[in-house]
């Protein structure tokens, strides 16, 4: 039997739902419960892939192709689940769903209303993946905070989905803001109190409330908070900020948030999870006294643009002992004057992926710069493509190469339109998304990174590609085309392996990369990076 787990926001946004919705996942995961975790957005794009970076952070893409909100990326993270398109869904999808069933003449030409086509729809695909897989617990992250209109149709929805189900099948937890006012030297409870109000107001009452602090609630703050919102006071949660999101399951379970949860949907909670192996993690991440500084080279200067990256190189360097100060260098930023001063001191370089005319020369000019001055250096997606273009400028002699996406009239387009994407005209979903095969030329750096692996399994998107007419050339002059894909022959990676650790990949491999299955590009890359050789 299915049980259903919600999860909404009040007060402010950013509080950390999709933390707290993978912790309790991976809490679940732990006990040896078959989990999923999906995120309902209220905007009405169909999915982010239009949206710049400074909207919602960085554009996640799951294996089946699907372009998501950054949230996923943390549920796969925290517990190695494959999400699929189906784990996302926002009110644009849902709409053109029920638009297109008008269209056919589903409704047999009846009024089609919010009540109750749409929430039908809400409803249809919160259970969805529970159709399709065998699952113990669907966790439901609501986006948003409770009081945006366009939240209404979604909570509408789980509060008849409750009703239905029943209080064995279905829970509610409600994530808020404790504000500290210093003038006061006081914890505000207000907020929490107006929040829960609101969501009894529109027939939701919260079974767990998860309260979000930078300082620690005392238990008369508790048991206020409980009596003014109707919920006990053992399910009164407080997530206070912590060194690391990773500590934060430990936190709810050192709280009994998991325990709370199976108690109330009437399940024995039975042993504590076996969380030995996150365990072991955390203990290596806090033991590690090096640092490794990385230097992040891209255009958008936001925490959450590049948070896979990030995520994937912290991985990779608790692996190896270290710690890892990812630092962001502004592409807009950077020139042949100032290049040495900007990379000074950095223990290697990620050419971030990204988009435009933007700080795209300041990328040419740091994937010179660890070139010539043999710094590890991993080019990403668009990073590779810059790569691609300095060696075929400053190597091959071409000073006008460069991609068609930058300069159209190029006479030497090394990075090209994929010609599939030749007679595309819409912007949304129609890149090349999701995994692909790859495969690996024997003896290479990344054949040896992968552990021998060949065909290999990555997630892309993109739509500009290596022209393979100048592949002789790139070749010849030293650099390997060392990744392809098998049935298009689309070069997916290229590296110096005269250099200590030059490689360039067309896929992302920040989106496979887990806490405790760290992706092997990252692990070798940081491995160089620390000093432990070059082969």
């Not at 679940?28 to 989990?35: E, T, V």
């Not at 259970?127 to 609501?142: H, P």
């Not at 005392?218 to 109707?230: E, S, V, Y």
Request: hydrophobic share 35%.
């Amino acid at each position: 039997m299915v049980r259903y787990i919600f999860i909404t926001g009040g007060v402010v946004s950013s509080l950390g739902k999709g933390i707290i919705s993978s912790s309790l996942g991976k809490l679940l995961q732990s006990r040896g419960y078959k989990i999923t975790i999906q995120k309902f957005d209220p905007y009405i794009n169909i999915d982010p892939g239009t949206l710049n970076p400074y909207e919602h952070g960085e554009c996640y893409v799951t294996a089946d192709g699907q372009e998501t909100d950054l949230d996923l990326g943390h549920y796969e993270r925290f517990t190695g689940i494959r999400t699929t398109r189906d784990n996302s869904v926002t009110t644009g999808r849902i709409y053109r769903s029920v638009i297109e069933r008008e269209r056919r003449g589903d409704y047999l030409g009846k009024t089609v209303q919010v009540v109750p086509h749409i929430t039908d729809e809400i409803k249809r695909r919160v259970q969805l993946k529970a159709s399709l897989e065998d699952l113990d617990f669907v966790i439901t992250e609501i986006g948003g905070t409770i009081g945006d209109i366009e939240s209404q149709p979604f909570l509408e929805s789980i509060r008849q989905l409750r009703w239905e189900l029943g209080s064995s099948r279905a829970l509610n937890i409600h994530l808020t803001y404790v504000p500290y006012i210093a003038a006061a030297g006081e914890l505000k409870t207000k907020p929490t109190q107006t929040s829960v109000k609101q969501l009894q107001g529109l027939g939701i009452q919260p079974d767990v409330l998860v309260l979000r602090t930078e300082h620690t609630l005392g238990d008369d703050l508790r048991r206020k908070i409980a009596h003014f919102c109707n919920v006990d006071v053992d399910a009164v949660i407080q997530s206070q900020d912590l060194p690391s999101i990773y500590e934060v399951p430990v936190n709810m379970e050192r709280q009994g948030l998991d325990a709370i949860c199976l108690k109330k949907l009437g399940i024995d909670p039975g042993p504590a999870p076996d969380f030995g192996e996150w365990l072991r993690f955390l203990e290596r991440r806090k033991s590690a006294t090096r640092v490794l500084r990385i230097a992040l080279v891209g255009k958008y200067d936001l925490q959450d643009a590049y948070k896979s990256i990030t995520e994937s190189l912290a991985h990779a360097g608790t692996f190896h002992d270290c710690k890892v100060d990812s630092v962001f260098v502004n592409s807009e930023e950077i020139g042949r004057e100032n290049v040495g001063r900007k990379l000074e001191g950095m223990d290697g370089i990620v050419i971030c992926p990204g988009f435009g005319n933007r700080g795209v020369e300041g990328k040419i000019v740091a994937a010179e710069y660890a070139r010539v001055h043999d710094v590890p250096a991993f080019g990403i997606c668009l990073g590779m493509q810059m790569m691609v273009i300095e060696f075929a400028r400053n190597v091959l002699g071409y000073p006008d190469a460069d991609s068609v996406e930058m300069n159209s009239s190029t006479s030497h387009n090394v990075i090209d339109l994929m010609e599939e994407q030749k007679s595309v005209t819409m912007k949304g979903g129609t890149m090349r998304l999701g995994e692909y095969g790859c495969d690996l030329v024997p003896g290479s750096r990344v054949f040896e990174a992968y552990g021998g692996e060949s065909p290999i399994r990555e997630r892309h998107r993109h739509r500009y590609e290596f022209n393979n007419r100048f592949a002789g050339e790139f070749e010849e002059h030293g650099m390997r085309l060392v990744g392809r894909n098998p049935e298009s022959s689309l070069v997916e990676i290229v590296e110096i392996p005269s250099l200590r650790w030059y490689v360039g990949t067309q896929f992302h491999p920040e989106y496979s990369s887990t806490v405790l299955r760290p992706h092997p590009l990252f692990m070798d890359f940081i491995r160089v990076c620390r000093g432990d050789g070059n082969a």
